[in-house]
């Protein structure tokens, strides 16, 4: 084996055939799944669309232990990388892995591996690290339970997002996903498959939380839920005035249970009629309009929408009405600029599919998207917002800018994942959406826009930290973790040595 895998890397330095070579190493290995040859490509791309780098093979393991044989053949070659992929949805390149082995993790999910557990009075549900949220919603609901905590998009990988944080409108009330779970079935950089949890493995369990993929490879996760709610009111207000929205929305995610709404979340939007980032973006059905005529006559240029839901069982339709009332009489919004709906519980978590659909309808899902995504103090993110929104951004980003709040007390910081300071702080994404078959230069614009506005906040002592970061030298690693970074490191040294998994995040060199 080990003589398969020198051969490889020499040979394929050489621009050899590498697919034979990947076939010998996998009969070997004895893997139960399978290598796939065509699709190669697929692991070479992801939803960002900026970078691509051509991987060895593109592997589809078929459980742990497929996994574990992969990441232990790698170790005994001199350089050879194992990356991990969820869905691919990272933006630069985070799943990728030049000449090294690319694991389809969704090839581990298979109906038979999901269950829903009772463990003292609570419900989990076992799940593969491969499995989509969407898949594990649907499942869940079979058994009138849902996980608490999500992301505003369902079709990304469990371990995909507990690899960053996974947040959206309820990350308030219950923390990130990486606080929604109990227990993990992981495969380190040594090729070990071990179950952590708060009490077993407590390390391995809170490094791979946020870990960036960099400390082994989740091939399980259980999954706390809750009863799932049958409807769901789904609300948008408007503010003209930036403090106004943030003062409403702090003041609804600190409020207790059953005081507030069940999601907060809020975004910017553009004083116009511009389709994809102005007033049209806010209606919540096709019957509703922006009346501009209702803003303040000194409104500017950037306007900013609450968006919010609260859950109901339908024995408790009669008294929504009520309740979202009692809640919106608190708030300081434009009169008259308020939209709502009633939807599943269902469709509202699959919202942003029926976006993906439109999306890809118009050409614009396959062009590539130079995110940035942040979290922002809140004792800057007022100037943030006169100088990125009001100033930078004042045109928008051809796509959805959103930004709410979070609270700190929620996460754990056991995990890897670094924060602001300070209770509350702010998701802001800039979730960029470029024409069809935009061209390389207007993307390099876009990403030096992006460096630009980080490079504002470094330079201005705006406390900040990039969600799902991207950096290229270890020095500005090291200013990203701050005083977490010794840990990252010991973290690294003591479950991937020789920094084998996820080299797409650029963090380590692999070591031979
Ligand atoms: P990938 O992009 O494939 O992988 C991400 C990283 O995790 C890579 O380094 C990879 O090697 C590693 N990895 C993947 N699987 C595993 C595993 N099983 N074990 C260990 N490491 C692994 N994020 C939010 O928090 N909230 C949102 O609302 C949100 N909305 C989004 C909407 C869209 C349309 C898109 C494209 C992304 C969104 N994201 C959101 C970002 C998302 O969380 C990240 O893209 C994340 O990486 C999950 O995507 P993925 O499952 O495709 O993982």
């Avoid at 300071?421 to 993307?443: H, M």
Wanted: net charge negative; hydrophobic share 35%.
């Amino acid at each position: 084996m080990i003589a398969y895998l020198g051969r490889i890397v020499h040979e394929n330095d050489a621009e050899s055939r590498p697919d034979d070579d990947v076939l010998s190493i996998c009969n070997a290995l004895d893997l139960q799944g399978s290598v796939e040859y065509g699709s190669a490509d697929v692991a070479g791309k992801d939803f960002g669309g900026i970078h691509s780098v051509k991987p060895l093979a593109f592997v589809k393991p078929s459980g742990a232990d497929d996994v574990s044989r992969l990441v232990k053949a790698a170790s005994r070659s001199p350089n050879l990388t194992v990356a991990a992929r969820g869905n691919g949805h990272s933006i630069n390149g985070q799943a990728m892995a030049n000449r090294g082995l690319v694991l389809d993790m969704r090839s581990l999910d298979h109906q038979d591996r999901f269950r829903v557990v009772r463990i003292n009075g609570s419900d989990y549900a076992d799940v593969s690290g491969g499995a989509l949220w969407e898949d594990v919603l649907k499942r869940c609901l079979e058994f009138g339970l849902t996980p608490r905590s999500w992301t505003d998009y369902l079709s990304l990988t469990v371990g995909g997002t507990l690899s960053n944080a996974g947040v959206s409108g309820q990350t308030f009330r219950y923390g990130p996903q990486t606080s929604n779970v109990t227990e993990l079935e992981v495969v380190t950089g040594k090729g070990e498959t071990l179950v952590c949890s708060e009490t077993e493995n407590s390390d391995l369990f809170f490094s791979v939380l946020g870990g960036l993929g960099q400390f082994g490879i989740i091939t399980r996760a259980r999954v706390l839920l809750q009863p799932a709610p049958d409807m769901v009111r789904w609300i948008r207000v408007v503010y003209a005035e930036f403090e106004d929205f943030t003062r409403d929305a702090e003041f609804l995610v600190t409020q207790p249970e059953g005081k507030s709404f069940d999601y907060v979340e809020g975004f910017v939007f553009s004083n116009n009629d511009n389709p994809s980032t102005g007033r049209p973006t806010v209606p919540l059905s096709p019957d509703q309009t922006f009346n501009p005529s209702r803003l303040p006559p000194r409104s500017g240029s950037v306007l900013y929408c609450l968006e919010l839901a609260l859950h109901y069982r339908n024995t408790d339709r009669p008294s929504i009405d009520t309740a979202v009332n009692s809640l919106l009489r608190r708030l300081g919004f434009v009169e008259h600029l308020r939209f709502q709906v009633d939807v599943t519980y269902t469709d509202f978590l699959l919202r942003v599919k029926r976006a993906e659909e439109e999306a890809k309808a118009n050409d614009v899902w396959e062009s590539p998207h130079p995110w940035l995504n942040m979290f922002v103090s809140k004792s800057n993110v007022h100037e943030f917002d006169q100088v990125v929104f009001k100033n930078m951004l004042k045109d928008g980003v051809g796509g959805p800018m959103l930004i709410y709040p979070l609270l700190r007390s929620k996460w754990d910081n056991r995990t890897s994942v670094v924060l602001p300071e300070g209770e509350v702080f702010y998701l802001v994404g800039l979730l960029r959406f470029t024409p069809p078959q935009t061209k390389a230069p207007l993307v390099e614009k876009i990403v030096l826009e992006n460096r630009e506005i980080v490079q504002y906040c470094s330079s201005n002592g705006i406390d900040f930290k990039l969600y799902m970061p991207h950096y290229r030298s270890e020095e500005e690693w090291k200013r990203h973790f701050g005083n977490q970074w010794t840990r990252f490191v010991q973290r690294k040294a003591n479950f991937d040595p020789m920094a084998i998994l996820s080299p797409g995040q650029r963090i380590f060199s692999r070591i031979p």
